[in-house]
């Protein structure tokens, strides 16, 4: 016979709920001249991203709402990321462009909008990609990792079923676009070597060209 089947495990979405309402406040707050879509629309999307993790809840992480969440979530950052590379284009045109300049408070918050947008999109591809996901993670699916965390390569210092949430795929997102690089996790995957150069690369050009040119024109 059988033994008893075992409940499947799901990892916690609140911080992947209030991740994706900060990305909509975000992006909402931009300036008319620089946001590329109406606040209507950022919360039709935002509304679409949100409902399937409620059926992931609400079904005690169903297969079929898991996928269903997993190819959301993928679209949403493909979106967002999509977005934020167009603003910061925009935003860089605009610096060099004196018909379409902007005010130094302008490019700041445009600018801290962005950056701190690509630290919550990267986190949340971070989050659904590795190991298949994260029910996947939560139910040792055995999937390959996209990830090495400290914490399994030194076992005896973790809790015998430690595993990796949100928080910690958070802390790879923003260290990476802080010191250009994660600090104490490894990459081990080709595609997670992608992610971390597009992540730097978009960090870079917001900090150094348009963070750079708020603070000059502040300065003046």
């Not at 297969?63 to 967002?80: A, G, N, Y």
């Not at 910061?88 to 005010?103: P, T, Y």
């Amino acid at each position: 016979m059988k033994g008893p089947l075992r409940a499947r495990r799901a990892d916690p979405r609140w911080p992947v709920v209030l991740t994706v309402l900060a990305v909509f406040l975000l992006l909402a707050a931009l300036p008319d001249r620089v946001r590329l879509a109406q606040r209507g629309i950022l919360f039709l999307v935002v509304l679409a991203e949100l409902l399937p993790m409620a059926g992931v809840e609400l079904s005690g992480a169903s297969p079929r709402w898991v996928r269903i969440e997993r190819r959301v979530t993928l679209l949403f950052c493909i979106l967002v990321g999509s977005s934020t590379v167009a603003t910061l284009g925009f935003v860089v045109r605009a610096m060099v462009r004196e018909s379409v300049a902007l005010s130094g408070m302008q490019l700041l918050s445009s600018g801290i909008a962005a950056w701190i947008s690509n630290i919550l999109v990267f986190s949340l591809l971070y989050w659904q990609l590795d190991r298949g996901g994260p029910e996947e993670r939560a139910n040792d699916a055995g999937a390959r990792p996209d990830w090495l965390f400290p914490q399994v390569a030194a076992s005896g210092n973790a809790p015998p079923d430690w595993r990796p949430l949100f928080i910690d795929y958070l802390a790879i997102g923003f260290t990476t676009a802080t010191a250009f690089g994660p600090n104490d996790v490894l990459p081990l995957t080709h595609r997670a070597k992608v992610l971390i150069m597009l992540e730097s690369s978009i960090s870079l050009v917001t900090i150094v060209v348009v963070g750079a040119r708020a603070i000059n024109v502040l300065g003046h």
